[in-house]
Every structure is written in structure tokens, then in C-alpha cells.
């Protein structure tokens, strides 16, 4: 028996411009990343003059090795790591507490409160009233310039409230007659069926915390706080090479080459950590963004 469906002329004709138009957006993403990735492992002077090869003589580790000795890139990245980890947990907890808390039914002043945090996203002090507040604060040269002002997202508590609003009001009825407070109701009920939300925020913390390198330029004077791609700007952008890394190298065109070897390899060390951690929360980031989606 064939269960095959046919499809009519028009249906067909809207299928195959779907599926070329899809293989040409994953041409056009998949391609660079892995013309970056390839070119990691290949001779600059050897992309220069071939292109992509696949010759053995043309592949080299050199790229890596020099980073992986390099104290300015190891530093950077665990700075990066640390800067990320810590972001994503405190924006987090601080975004589940808000849209816990604007999500219950009513609380008092809760339209104030959610125009007072829409406002911000709209309208912000400004790069240098939030300069001047950081230094009073004593935050400039330390972690917490990088991990506080970002906290407190505006959209994340969106998305938590609305998932938030979407739990029965059932459970909650049940458990304060079984006479649990509103603490318990939220870590005991609420938060163990918040699993998606919880990992969509924490990937788009990460994420977002991870690439970005404009606050730690303002905020972090001394190099050797700065994170992984503030340092990788300086490869990529300025061109600059550590000093470390040039030791034993004294002509210039020895130095570019050094530079193009480093620029590739730096890119994909910077990306494997996101690359790492996409698959495992890839179940719950499809789910956490369709239920926030609904209402």
C-alpha cells in the first residue's frame, strides 16, 4: 500500500523553492565557518597562494601551539569563562525572581513596576552617567563592572513572566493549602517545571555575555582582567600580535604570517565553547522559546 502523499503542482513547485532557498541560507552560514575552521589548520602563505588546500605539506598546528603558550590568550579565555559563568547566573536568578514575582495575580503596583521596566528599555542613562556610577561605586577594574549592570534584562523578564503566567493556578492553590509559602511554592513547584525558560535565559546570557567586549574596553583598565575577545579584537581588528608570541621572529612578513595563523585559530577556540554547549540545551531552548511565544 503506498501512503505517500501527492502533492499538487502548486504545493510542489512551493516545496522546492522552499528547500533551495534553505540550502542556500545553510550554504551561506555553514560556508564561511568552514573556510575559518579549515584555514585554522592551513599555511597563511599557502591560502595566499592556493586557496583551501588539501595538501598534507600545507596543513600546519603552529596556530594553535603558539596560542595555547600564549598566557595573554589562556588568561582571556578563562577570564571569558569566568565573566560568562557569573553573568549568566546572577541574570538569571534575578530574572526568574522578577518574573516570578510579576507574574502573580494581584500583587500591587504590578502594572507600575512593569512600566517602570519597560521604560528602560526604551530610554537608558547613557555611556557616561553609567561610567560615572560604576567608578562611585568602586566596580571600575573588577568582575562585578562586567556582571552587574547587565543583570537585570528587561526581555528576560518578559519571557519568565510569561512562562510564569502559563503554570496552572491549581498547584499553586493546592500547595498554600498544604500551607507552603510563597518561597517554597517557587522553589519546591515552580522553578523544577521552569527547566526550559531556565536554560533559554541561561543560554542567552551566556551568549550574549561571551561575545561581548565593549563594557570590559570602559570598565577594565588593567590587561590583565580583560576577557578572551577584547583580546581577540586586538588580533583581529588592530592586527596586533603579542609580544610572546614574536619572540623569535624578526621580519615582518614572518610577523603577518604570524598574525593570519593566529586570527583563525583564535576565532574557532573562541566559538567552541558555544559550539560545545548548543547541542545539550538545544531540546529545552525549542521548548522555553515556544512556550514563552504564546501569550
Not at 597562494?49 to 600564549?70: A, C, I, P, Q, V
Not at 549592570?149 to 499553586?172: C, D, H, M, Q, S
Amino acid at each position: 500500500m503506498n501512503n505517500q502523499i501527492k502533492h499538487a503542482k502548486g504545493d510542489r513547485i512551493l516545496l522546492l523553492t522552499n528547500n533551495i532557498l534553505l540550502t542556500i541560507i545553510i550554504l551561506a552560514i555553514v560556508g564561511p565557518l568552514l573556510y575559518v575552521f579549515l584555514s585554522s589548520f592551513l599555511e597563511p602563505n599557502a591560502i595566499i597562494r592556493k586557496g583551501l588546500s588539501l595538501h598534507s605539506s600545507d596543513w600546519s598546528l603552529e596556530g594553535y601551539k603558539r596560542l595555547f603558550t600564549d598566557d595573554t590568550i589562556v588568561r582571556g579565555f578563562f577570564n571569558s569563562l569566568l565573566y560568562s559563568t557569573g553573568f549568566t547566573i546572577v541574570t538569571v536568578l534575578v530574572c526568574l525572581f522578577a518574573g516570578y514575582t510579576l507574574s502573580v495575580d494581584g500583587l500591587v503596583g504590578k502594572k507600575v513596576f512593569m512600566i517602570f521596566f519597560l521604560f528602560t528599555m526604551f530610554f537608558g542613562g547613557g555611556l557616561i552617567p553609567t561610567y560615572f556610577v560604576i567608578r562611585d561605586l568602586g566596580m571600575l577594574n573588577t568582575i562585578w563592572a562586567i556582571i552587574l549592570p547587565g543583570a537585570v534584562n528587561v526581555w528576560f523578564i518578559i519571557l519568565a513572566r510569561t512562562y510564569f503566567k502559563a503554570v496552572p493556578n491549581e498547584l499553586k492553590e493546592a500547595a498554600r493549602i498544604d500551607g507552603a509559602s510563597d518561597l517554597k511554592i517557587f522553589f519546591r513547584i515552580i522553578l523544577p517545571l521552569s527547566k526550559p525558560i531556565i536554560f533559554v535565559l541561561a543560554l542567552y546570557a551566556f551568549i550574549g555575555q561571551w561575545n561581548a567586549y565593549f563594557d570590559a574596553m570602559i570598565y577594565l583598565d588593567d590587561r590583565e582582567l580583560h576577557p578572551l575577545q577584547l583580546v581577540l579584537r586586538s588580533i583581529l581588528i588592530q592586527n596586533e600580535v603579542q609580544p610572546g608570541m614574536v619572540a623569535d621572529v624578526e621580519a615582518r612578513n614572518e610577523l603577518m604570517r604570524i598574525s593570519e595563523m593566529i586570527r583563525y585559530s583564535s576565532i574557532v577556540i573562541a566559538s567552541l565553547p558555544l559550539l560545545i554547549m548548543y547541542p545539550f540545551f538545544q531540546k529545552y531552548f525549542e521548548k522555553g522559546v515556544m512556550v514563552g511565544s504564546l501569550k
